[in-house]
RNA sequence: GGCGCCAUAGCCAAGCGGUAAGGCGAAGGUCUGCAAAAUCUUUAUCACCAGUUCGAUUCUGGUUGGCGCCUCCA
C-alpha cells in the first residue's frame, strides 16, 4: 500500500515496523460539544484505514483519544454549571451514539487525557532533564531553541518564517514565542492536578505524545488527523516526543483535507456549525458516511444538502442491488455454473482486486467505489433466475467485502412479520387470479405496515421501508 | 510576508503522457397488468496562454479564479 506521507510529501510504500501489525493513532475529539460534520471526516477515513488494513490481513491497533481537558472544556462546563467531568461524560457518551450512526467502529483504545496524568508528567519530567522545556512560575514549557534542529520538519516551516508570522503579543513567559506550553498552572477554579511543579493541568499537545506511547510504543506507523493539525498541534508533538525519547514518533503522517459548508469553512463565527447530531435529524447517516468517502481523503470536500441526497440516492442503488442478490439467491439452483456464471464469478473476484489497487493507491476511496457500482452494473445484467447458486454467492461475497471495508451497506436482517406474510400469500393467490385490483390493494395495506412489495419473475419481493 | 492545496460534464468525482471510471440528475427506448427494480441510448476536446514531446487533461513556466495553514480548530 501507499500512502501519502505529509512529511516527505510523497507517496511512500507503507511498511509497518513490525511486519503484519500496524500501530494506528488519530487525534480525537474534544469533548466539549456534539463533534461536527468536519470533526466526522477524519474519523470516517481513519476507520476505513483501519478496516482496510485489516481487511488486508494486518491486525491494527488503532488509538483515537479523548480530549477532556482543555480551555473550552472549563468554559463550556462553566457556563453549563456542571464540572468538566460531566461535561466530558456526556459528550464522550454522545461521540459512541454519533460514531456508530455513521458506521465507525470504536478504536482498540479511547483513552482520556484526564486519566494519564503520571504519563504526561513523565514526559515533561524527560524534557526537563534533558534541558528541552523550562518551568516558569508554574508553567512548563518547550524550548524550542534548544531543540531547534528539527523543528517545523513536518510543517516544512523554518524558525525564522515562523517567527515572523507570529503574533505579535507574545507572552512574556516564555523565553520564545514558539515555546509552547507543556504544563500550565491552575488558574482559580479550575480542575488541577498534582505534578512537580505544582497544581495544574497538561497542555494540549502532550496528552496525545503520551497516550501514543503509552499504548502504541515510542515509534508509531501512522498518525493521522486534520490538516488544519498538522502546525502547531502535530509538530509539537514530534517535538516534545522525540525530544524526550530521541526515537522517530511517527512513520506516517496522514492528514486528512477540509470540509467545507456550501463552500464556506465552517465556522462559529459564521454560524455554519454542522453536527452530526443535528444532521442525523434529517438525513440517513450512513449516506453522510458515503458522502465522506466519496472524494479522496486529501481533498477539499463541500458539504450541503443536494450532495448528501445524492449520497443517499447512490446508496439506495447498492442496497436494491445487494437485496435483489439476496432474493435471487433463494431461487437460485445449486447447480454447474455456466459460461455466464463463471464470467460473473471471474468478474467478481476481479473487482476485489481491483478495490484493492484502489485503495492500495493511498487509500483512494473514490476510486474503489467506482468499482463497487462496476460490479453492481455487471451483476445487474448478468445475475437472473438461471443463475446457478455459486455465481450469485461470489457476487455477495465481493460485495459485502468492498462494503465491509467502506462501512457501507449493513448486513440484512431478518425480518419476519407474520401478518406480512399472509398478506403477500394473499396477495400471490390474487394475482394468480389475475385479480389486479385486489393486488394492488393489497400492495398497499403491505406499503401501510411498513414494507414495499415488488413484482419480479421470481415472485413477490418484499423489503422493509 | 512564509508554507501549501485546488480548477475534469447540470451536480459530485476518479484518472495524471497515448485522445476521458463511477455515481446523482435529465431526455428517450426496452421489460412490466400497473408500480418498483433493472437495462439500453444520449448528456465533456478536462479554466486560459505558452513551452517540452511523435503525442498533454496528465510534465514545465505563466495568467486568471478559488482555498487552507502560519492563532483554539478535524
Given at each position: 500500500?501507499?500512502v501519502?506521507?505529509t512529511q516527505?510529501?510523497?507517496k511512500e510504500e507503507?511498511v509497518?515496523v513490525?511486519?503484519g501489525k ?10 466539549y ?7 466526522a ?5 481513519f476507520d476505513t484505514?483501519?478496516r482496510?488494513l485489516?481487511?488486508r490481513g494486518?491486525?491494527?491497533a488503532?488509538v483515537q ?8 472544556m ?5 457556563e453549563?454549571g456542571i464540572?468538566?467531568k460531566?461535561?466530558a ?27 494519564h496524568?503520571p504519563?504526561i ?8 532533564a534533558k534541558?528541552?522545556?523550562?518551568a516558569?512560575?508554574g508553567?512548563v514549557?518547550f524550548d524550542?531553541?534548544?531543540y531547534?534542529?528539527?523543528y517545523?520538519?513536518?510543517?516544512g ?5 515562523l ?5 505579535v ?6 523565553q ?6 507543556l ?5 482559580p477554579g ?5 505534578s512537580p ?12 505524545s503520551?497516550?501514543?506511547m ?6 508509531v ?7 488544519d ?8 508533538e514530534?517535538a516534545?516526543s522525540?525530544g524526550a ?5 511517527v512513520?506516517?503522517w496522514?492528514?486528512?483535507g ?7 469553512k465552517?465556522s ?6 454542522l453536527?452530526v447530531?443535528?444532521i ?5 447517516p450512513?449516506a ?6 466519496s472524494a479522496?481523503?486529501r ?11 445524492q ?5 439506495d ?9 439476496l ?8 447447480k ?11 468478474t467478481?473476484k ?6 484493492d489497487?484502489?485503495?492500495d493507491?493511498?487509500?483512494?476511496t473514490?476510486d474503489a ?17 438461471d ?6 454467492q461470489?457476487?455477495?461475497d ?8 467502506l462501512?457501507?451497506v ?6 419476519d ?23 394492488d390493494?393489497?400492495r ?13 419473475a421470481?415472485g ?6
Amino acid at each position: 500500500m501507499k500512502v501519502f506521507n505529509t512529511q516527505t510529501r510523497r507517496k511512500e510504500e507503507f511498511v509497518p515496523v513490525e511486519p503484519g501489525k500496524v500501530k494506528l493513532y488519530a487525534c480525537g475529539p474534544t469533548v466539549y460539544n456534539y463533534f461536527h460534520i468536519g470533526n466526522a471526516r477524519p474519523f470516517v477515513i481513519f476507520d476505513t484505514l483501519r478496516r482496510y488494513l485489516e481487511h488486508r490481513g494486518m491486525e491494527v491497533a488503532f488509538v483515537q483519544n479523548f480530549t477532556d481537558i482543555d480551555d473550552k472544556m472549563i468554559r463550556r462546563a462553566n457556563e453549563e454549571g456542571i464540572t468538566v467531568k460531566e461535561l466530558a461524560d456526556r459528550f464522550i457518551a454522545a461521540y459512541y451514539e454519533d460514531a456508530a450512526a455513521l458506521g465507525i467502529r470504536p478504536a482498540t483504545v479511547h483513552p482520556k487525557a484526564t486519566e494519564h496524568m503520571p504519563e504526561i508528567i513523565d514526559i515533561i519530567e524527560k524534557l526537563m532533564a534533558k534541558g528541552l522545556a523550562y518551568a516558569v512560575r508554574g508553567d512548563v514549557y518547550f524550548d524550542t531553541q534548544a531543540y531547534k534542529n528539527h523543528y517545523g520538519k513536518l510543517s516544512g516551516q523554518n524558525m525564522e518564517d515562523l517567527e515572523s508570522g507570529a503574533r505579535v503579543d507574545v507572552d512574556e513567559v516564555k523565553q520564545h514565542p514558539m515555546d509552547f506550553a507543556l504544563w500550565k498552572t491552575q488558574k482559580p477554579g479550575e480542575p488541577a492536578w498534582e505534578s512537580p511543579w505544582g497544581m495544574g493541568r497538561p497542555g494540549w499537545h502532550i496528552e496525545c505524545s503520551a497516550m501514543s506511547m503509552k499504548y502504541l510504543g515510542e515509534t508509531v506507523d501512522i498518525h493521522g488527523g486534520g490538516q488544519d493539525l498538522i502546525f502547531p498541534h502535530h509538530e509539537n508533538e514530534i517535538a516534545q516526543s522525540e525530544g524526550a525519547t530521541g526515537k522517530p514518533f511517527v512513520r506516517y503522517w496522514m492528514h486528512n483535507g477540509f470540509l467545507n459548508i456550501d463552500n464556506e469553512k465552517m465556522s462559529k463565527s459564521l454560524d455554519n456549525f454542522l453536527t452530526v447530531r443535528d444532521i442525523r435529524q434529517q438525513y440517513d447517516p450512513e449516506a453522510v458516511r458515503f458522502f465522506l468517502l466519496s472524494a479522496h481523503y486529501r481533498s477539499p470536500l463541500n458539504f450541503s444538502a443536494e450532495q448528501i441526497e445524492q449520497a443517499k440516492a447512490a446508496l439506495d442503488r447498492l442496497y436494491t442491488a445487494r437485496d435483489n442478490y439476496l432474493f435471487i439467491l433463494e431461487k437460485a439452483e445449486d447447480k454447474t455454473s455456466s459460461d455466464a456464471d463463471t464470467v460473473l464469478m471471474d468478474t467478481a473476484k476481479a473487482a476485489v482486486v481491483r478495490f484493492d489497487e484502489a485503495m492500495d493507491d493511498d487509500l483512494n476511496t473514490a476510486d474503489a467505489m467506482g468499482v463497487l457500482f462496476d460490479l453492481v452494473k455487471q451483476a445487474n445484467i448478468g445475475l437472473g433466475t438461471d443463475s446457478a447458486k455459486a455465481a450469485v454467492q461470489a457476487v455477495l461475497d465481493a460485495f459485502a467485502a468492498m462494503g465491509d471495508v467502506l462501512g457501507l451497506v449493513k448486513p440484512k436482517q431478518q425480518e419476519d412479520d407474520a401478518q406480512v406474510e399472509a398478506l403477500v400469500a394473499a396477495r400471490a393467490t390474487a394475482r394468480k387470479e389475475r385479480n389486479w385490483a385486489e393486488s394492488d390493494r393489497l400492495r398497499d395495506e403491505i406499503k401501510s405496515l411498513g414494507y414495499t412489495v415488488e413484482d419480479t419473475a421470481q415472485g413477490q419481493k418484499v423489503r422493509k421501508g
